[in-house]
């Protein structure tokens, strides 16, 4: 059964506690409700509701006549018999103005519930939307780091690959002597730069690299090693650094500065 089937069949719960569907409609409700815990339970309260209706009619007081004209029969003489139609209890009647409260008090309380459910419902679609929202942003930022990796290799690859390709060697300096570097460079293409075992940043400190050249070194761009001292990342070669004499690492305070001020960690000359 489809859920719009369902949801028609439960809107029909009030009226079948007040007995008021046809013949035909009862019995496919009463077939529904037999497979349904949702349906049942509401048909169970949707009766409870009816049987109390009556308890709710207003208690209305005799007329204070009454009293006097029954004293006035006892005193008069012998008690008349009472007419049979007076004497034969008369069956409870609703009233069709009750009747009517009635099934609108149930169908309210049925649109209630049903107000209640779909509350649920959109709750349910809003927690689902927003864990696709989560996912989609989650997606979008793996793209967006998988597209800056492929740069990254196509960058390096273009450099690896040129054909005016130099290797430049870089050995520790005095005060990292156990650290290494190696420099590709491409005058059309760019830098490829790796290093290691360079010594642990200070604060407020940076590495900053430099293409030797005939005149004033020339700043390629800074550099962060990982914890364990390696670093690897790719420069534009600027404008005079084309045919350098060799690449330098100082450490220089963070942002970088125009020249070198600190002192040498690594240094090479071109071949």
């Known amino acids: 059964m489809s859920t719009t089937d369902h949801d028609a069949l439960r809107d029909l719960a009030a009226l079948h506690a007040l007995g008021a569907l046809p013949a035909d409609e009862r019995a496919a409700f009463a ?107 989650r997606s979008e930022q793996q793209l967006a780091s998988a597209t800056l990796d492929a740069t990254r290799a196509q960058v390096r690859l273009a450099v690896l690959t040129a054909p005016d390709l130099r290797q430049v060697v870089l050995a520790g300096q005095p005060p990292a002597p156990r650290a290494a570097g190696r420099g590709f460079l491409s005058s059309s293409n760019g830098l490829l730069f790796a290093a290691s075992r360079l010594p642990a940043l200070p604060a407020g400190r940076i590495y900053q690299l430099w293409f030797l050249t005939a005149g004033a070194p020339i700043s390629a761009g800074l550099i962060t090693p990982d914890p364990s001292g390696r670093v690897t990342a790719a420069f534009d070669v600027p404008a005079g650094a084309e045919s350098p004499k060799g690449l330098a690492v100082s450490i220089e305070p963070d942002g970088g500065v125009p020249s070198p001020t600190g002192a040498l960690y690594l240094a090479g000359t071109t071949p």
């Open 31 to 137: 077939a529904h409700v037999a497979t349904c815990d949702e349906c049942r339970r509401e048909v169970r309260a949707f009766g409870a509701v009816v049987n109390a209706l009556p308890l709710s009619l207003p208690q209305i007081d005799p007329p204070p006549t009454l009293r006097a004209r029954v004293l006035a029969g006892i005193g008069g003489g012998a008690a008349r018999p009472a007419p049979v139609a007076a004497a034969r209890a008369r069956p409870w009647v609703v009233p069709t103005a009750w009747l009517s409260v009635a099934a609108l008090l149930v169908m309210g309380l049925g649109l209630g519930a049903y107000v209640v459910s779909l509350r649920h419902r959109v709750g349910g679609l809003e927690l689902r939307l927003r864990d696709a929202l989560i996912r989609l942003d």
